[in-house]
């Protein structure tokens, strides 16, 4: 079986305690993810005062590792901290995100405190849900490392199954039970169904499906290659849905189907913090004087520019200067320091964009939680070709050439929306 799909595998384990759940991931990432310096695997808790190193998993990493993995969550600002944990579930390197570009010497300044040297960069999964996000990848050396996009497509799929396993142990931790909504055999033949899947015979025939394409993509002589394998065993049936595996004293496997919608908050949900800083360079305020208005500094207010932007879906403050300003002002309740409610408007009305179908504004609100086209053919139980086909479409309908145009069409209309709808 490919180490992506025994990633997967061990993504679904709820019995193991953290760090163990941790090290088992760690371990069966390592050959493909291992960029010299072993592998890791680090459960990041929210907490009233950011995120703090809750658990760690490692695989042939130097001992003093360690301390050292749990020293970058106290190295990293805490707004940087919650734009890694607003990410999708994806595969990332830090060199080229904004982590990277606004903290580059993140690794110099533990290196020098925690002992290890000539670590530069981190190829890693990450795999956010309610109450924090995993971090599973390799330090590295290197200073720029570049992967192959097909390592990235592959690895963004894993992200959302490891997602998908912390969402569940989240939840078994909080409630101690799960809400099981069908169980099935190991053939697909559907034993007891509650709720939709009971009520719906096309989830129950999806759930079929699901439960026999999962076995044909962990049998080795099944011919299929890791993304084949991948794609047929998405994250999640039916947008809400995780199968998990349950062996009964006898040997015999059932599968039972398991309610885990993602409860993730919005991923463009600004800080308090943000919607100042927002609401300043809207005013056509610098960095600089921003820093001197807020009492703070110049570079941690270009931190929390840039992730203002990135969880907008915008290119540049010169686009929320004119673009995104001319849209907020359409509505009394979308205002200068209320860009939260344009993501509520957004997602409850989204029926306003008429010209699309109903597919396709499920994708364009996708597009506007900031999901790469994997991660939406994931939750949507597709391809990613075809998705890719439904954006084009979006695109041609709405006369706009990019992901940010959609989204300031969005804001658009998702305000007027709200404004009627009172």
Request: with cysteine; proline share 3%; charged share 25%.
């Amino acid at each position: 079986m490919g180490e992506a799909v025994q990633v997967v595998e061990a993504a679904y384990d709820l019995q193991s305690d953290a760090s163990e759940w941790l090290t088992r991931l760690a371990s069966v990432a390592r050959r493909p993810l291992d960029q010299g310096l072993g592998t890791q695997a680090v459960l990041y808790s929210a907490t009233d005062c950011g995120y703090i190193a809750a658990a760690q998993g490692l695989a042939g990493s130097p001992s003093e590792f360690s301390d050292y993995v749990v020293s970058l969550a106290t190295s990293t600002p805490l707004e940087v901290q919650r734009y890694v944990a607003s990410l999708p579930p994806g595969f990332y390197t830090y060199s080229r995100t904004t982590i990277g570009q606004r903290v580059p010497g993140i690794f110099r300044r533990t290196s020098a405190s925690r002992g290890p040297v000539g670590v530069r960069d981190w190829v890693a999964v990450i795999a956010p849900s309610q109450q924090g996000f995993v971090v599973l990848g390799g330090l590295a050396r290197e200073r720029h490392v570049r992967l192959p996009k097909r390592k990235h497509a592959l690895w963004s799929m894993v992200g959302g199954h490891v997602a998908a396993g912390l969402r569940l142990r989240t939840h078994l931790a909080q409630k101690d039970r799960l809400t099981v909504e069908a169980v099935l055999t190991s053939s697909g033949r559907v034993e007891h169904a509650e709720g939709a899947s009971r009520s719906s015979l096309a989830l129950r025939d999806e759930l079929r499906r699901r439960v026999l394409n999962r076995d044909r993509a962990r049998r080795p002589s099944g011919g299929l290659d890791s993304a084949e394998a991948l794609a047929l065993w998405p994250a999640l049936v039916d947008g809400r849905l995780s199968l998990i595996d349950r062996f009964e004293s006898d040997g015999k496997r059932f599968v039972i189907a398991v309610k885990n919608s993602s409860t993730l908050r919005d991923p463009r949900a600004l800080t308090p913090r943000e919607k100042e800083v927002i609401h300043l360079v809207r005013e056509g305020l610098s960095n600089k004087e921003i820093a001197g208005e807020l009492g703070s500094s110049t570079s941690a207010v270009g931190t929390q520019v840039s992730c203002a932007l990135a969880k907008l879906g915008l290119r540049s403050r010169e686009i929320l200067l004119t673009e995104a300003s001319e849209s907020m002002s359409d509505t009394e309740e979308i205002h200068m320091g209320q860009v939260e409610a344009v993501v509520k408007a957004t997602r409850t009305r989204s029926h306003y964009i008429e010209e699309l179908t109903s597919a396709e504004r499920d994708v364009a609100h996708s597009v506007f939680l900031g999901l790469s086209d994997a991660a939406i053919a994931h939750a949507r139980g597709t391809s990613a070709r075809t998705v890719a086909n439904q954006i084009r479409s979006i695109f041609r309908k709405l006369s706009i050439h990019s992901r940010s145009e959609l989204i300031v069409t969005m804001i658009r209309r998702g305000g007027r929306g709200a404004k009627a709808g009172r």
